[in-house]
């Protein structure tokens, strides 16, 4: 094989650890579980990782979850039908070789309970290009391709049409939501939560798509060397129309902006394929509608050449958006079934990865929030939650250090004071935007939080926060415009006068509610909505089963072979990989709950004496019919001797005659 794993390794003051481990180099990658590492510290766990890329076991167990290194390129037969078919069909697939297929077999045999069915969710993370976005795709393969083998035959045309759909609903999904970044050629823009509904006899009858906080903003604008959604380059050219409408600042600040004359010819097309009137889209992308006075009286203001191309981008974002939200909607009513058919579901998540650029906004915070909460779940879950049960047990435990990020939390969404809480009261109070007073207010209220700081030498107003994936600064200018999400209500209602059914449908007439300027102070903020959509993702996934699946990128070159060490090190770091490999080396392989072990230990005792009453009864039965047969033997013979006797009398007789 021609592997060339280079080693950027920079961990400094490691390597004499690493020296006393490596006592047999050449076995290092047969470590295929890393509890089993000796001793367990990120140097060992990353050079076992190391080993096992270069031979290309892309796959380790992690305790209780599964460390997936990207191989950055398609490796033949690892997921293949017959690979699927030795993992579904083994009877402790656990004892195969790590693979995903042993997170989704052992979910998709769970899922039934033995007492009532447990949801399971499978909660795939990572950084962007980490390979989320892949493994949850080979996830829903496994699962289609597992379900359709448990059907009859009689069912099986069903079941592969439902299962066509919901697999054939991921590259629609993908063309609309991804896009080409810097960090991953195909990266997610959205968060993705896809329920598997399975019926009693394990079949797949259909599935739900939850999508969370689609990055509109990309539709208008992208960083250097990033690209616009997918579809833009595949059929959408129209869209582009729009964003390449110009205007040109007016010689009296009283006239509004002109149109730039080569560009025109975009705003008709614009025009045409939106069905609206070209002279009206033209003036409502130039000029402000303003009501105010006790008559309500409307002035009609132009607008400054930022404002129109604010306004323009504007629109061009909320068709999107209300498009990929129609678009979810279409595929959820193709896709999903009657929740009479269904008993229970395994859900699958691929949220965008933590970020971190040279320039952060709102759309970062939010993604690394999620990141956060997910990061919550798995410590509240694993980490905190079965060590404060063997305390509560009373069981021998010396406690493992890990890190919370609880006031990485309160500081983002807390309350009464956090970044999203003062966001909002911008929002609310429909505060002309300053990023230096919104910073004071910051500084004023959260300065005392560990996870907040500022690089005083900075001069763009930002704040950094402390993730538990690392120290990301968000620049303040334009986050608290971006949360209000303000949408121009005479671009609405231009909208809803628009001729095309599609539009009149994403656009309702009873929105209009929303057009004037209290009811738009009142209009949901970004973070609110992210935070509330967050919450209910969060019951979810409470109410089930959770398995994880952690992705890691071997290099931020996205090439094969390449595995930079630092680079995973801050990734395994960070997911708090050695504190997982611990807690599940030093506890229980095992967990059932109370009920169901009693339960269990009072059906073998009832089998016990059950066995006990059956042998008892049995040995009655056996001596009653011994007994019953001794009296008719004995009376046979008495019978008998009787019979002989007389017939010896019947003989002496006839002798004595
Ligand atoms: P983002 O958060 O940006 O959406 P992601 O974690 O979803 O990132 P993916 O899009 O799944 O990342 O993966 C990035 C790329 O890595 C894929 O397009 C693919 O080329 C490659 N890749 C990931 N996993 C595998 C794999 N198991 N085998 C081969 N290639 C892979
Ligand atoms: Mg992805």
């Given amino acids: 094989k021609n592997q060339q794993v280079s080693n950027h390794t920079t961990y400094n003051g490691m390597e ?29 766990v990353l050079k076992c990782l190391q080993a096992r890329y270069a031979t290309s076991l892309f796959y380790t167990h992690a305790g209780c979850t599964l460390v997936a290194l990207n191989p950055f390129q398609p490796v033949p037969n690892l997921y293949s039908f017959n690979i699927m078919r030795d993992y579904h069909t083994a009877s402790r697939p656990q004892d195969l070789q790590p693979h995903i297929y042993i997170v989704a077999e052992l979910a998709f045999r769970n899922v039934q309970g033995q007492v009532e069915p447990i949801n399971q969710s499978l909660i795939v993370s990572g950084e962007s290009g980490a390979g989320k976005t892949w ?115 007016p010689a009296d600040e009283s006239q509004p902006c002109e149109l730039k004359e080569d560009t025109k010819g975009f705003l008709k097309t614009t025009a045409k394929l939106l069905r609206v009137c070209e002279e009206d889209l ?31 981008d504007c629109l061009a974002k909320v068709v999107y958006a209300k498009l990929f939200d129609w678009l ?55 980490l905190k939650a079965q060590q404060e049960d063997y305390t509560a047990e009373g069981l021998d435990w010396s406690f493992v250090r890990y890190q919370d990020n609880q006031s990485c939390l309160d500081l983002i969404e807390g309350s009464p004071a956090s ?34 700081s500022w690089d005083v030498f900075s001069k763009v ?37 628009s001729q095309d059914a599609l539009l009149k449908q994403l656009f309702p007439v009873a929105e209009q509610d929303l057009c004037d300027a209290k009811a738009l102070s009142k209009a949901i903020s970004v973070v609110a909505k992210f935070k509330g959509s967050l919450e209910s993702l969060m019951r979810i996934l409470n109410s ?53 072990e009693c339960a269990r230990s009072q059906m073998l005792s009832h089998k016990a004496t059950f066995i006990q009453s059956s042998w008892r009864h049995y040995r009655r039965r056996k001596l009653a019919r011994l007994r019953r047969a001794t009296t008719v033997l004995q009376a046979a013979v008495r019978s008998w001797l009787t019979r002989r006797w007389i017939k010896k009398c019947h003989y002496a007789a006839t002798v004595v005659q």
């Fill in 16 to 44: 004499e650890e690493v020296k006393a481990f490596l006592i047999n180099e050449e076995q290092l990658h047969t470590f295929d579980d890393l509890t089993k590492v000796n001793p367990v510290t990120t140097a060992t």
């Fill in 135 to 249: 493994t949850s795709r080979c996830l829903m393969n496994y699962f289609a391709t597992v379900a359709a083998s448990s059907t009859s035959a009689k069912c099986q045309e069903h079941v592969e049409r439902i299962e066509k759909r919901v697999l054939d609903s991921n590259p629609v999904m993908e063309a609309f939501g991804n896009a080409c970044t810097l960090r991953n050629h195909n990266s997610s823009r959205f968060g993705k939560y896809i329920q598997l509904q399975l019926n009693r006899s394990q079949q797949l009858e259909g599935a739900s798509v939850h999508t969370y906080l689609l990055e509109k903003t990309r539709v208008a604008y992208q960083a250097p060397s990033e690209r616009n959604f997918h579809i833009f380059y595949q059929i959408l050219v129209g869209l582009l129309n729009l964003g390449n409408v110009g205007f040109s600042s």
């Fill in 282 to 312: 033209g003036e409502q992308l130039r000029v402000r509608t303003i009501t105010a006075g006790r008559q309500q009286q409307v002035f009609k203001k132009p607008c400054s050449r930022t404002e129109c191309g604010t306004r323009r």
């Fill in 328 to 382: 979810v909607k279409v595929i959820n009513t193709s896709i999903c079934s009657d929740p009479s058919t269904w008993t229970n579901f395994i859900g699958l998540l691929d949220v965008y990865g933590f970020e971190s650029f040279p320039q952060n906004n709102l759309e970062q915070l939010c993604i690394n929030y999620a990141n956060e909460k997910l990061q919550q779940h798995f410590v509240a879950h694993y």
């Fill in 419 to 452: 970044v999203f809480s003062l966001l909002n009261e911008e929002c609310r109070l429909n505060r002309l935007s300053d990023a230096d007073q919104f910073k004071g207010r910051l500084q004023k209220a959260l300065g005392a939080n560990n996870c907040m």
């Fill in 461 to 497: 107003p930002h704040f950094t926060v402390a993730h538990y994936a690392g120290r990301v600064s968000y620049q303040i200018e334009g986050m608290t415009e971006k949360n209000k999400d303000p949408v121009p209500p005479e671009l609405v209602q231009l909208l809803q006068k």
């Fill in 544 to 596: 089930t089963t959770p398995r994880y699946i952690r992705c890691i990128k071997p290099n931020g070159d996205c090439k094969p072979h390449l595995f930079r060490s630092q680079e995973v090190l801050t990734q395994l770091e960070a997911c708090g990989i050695v504190e997982t490999i611990h807690i599940s080396a030093a506890g229980f392989p095992v967990r059932c709950l109370e009920q169901l």
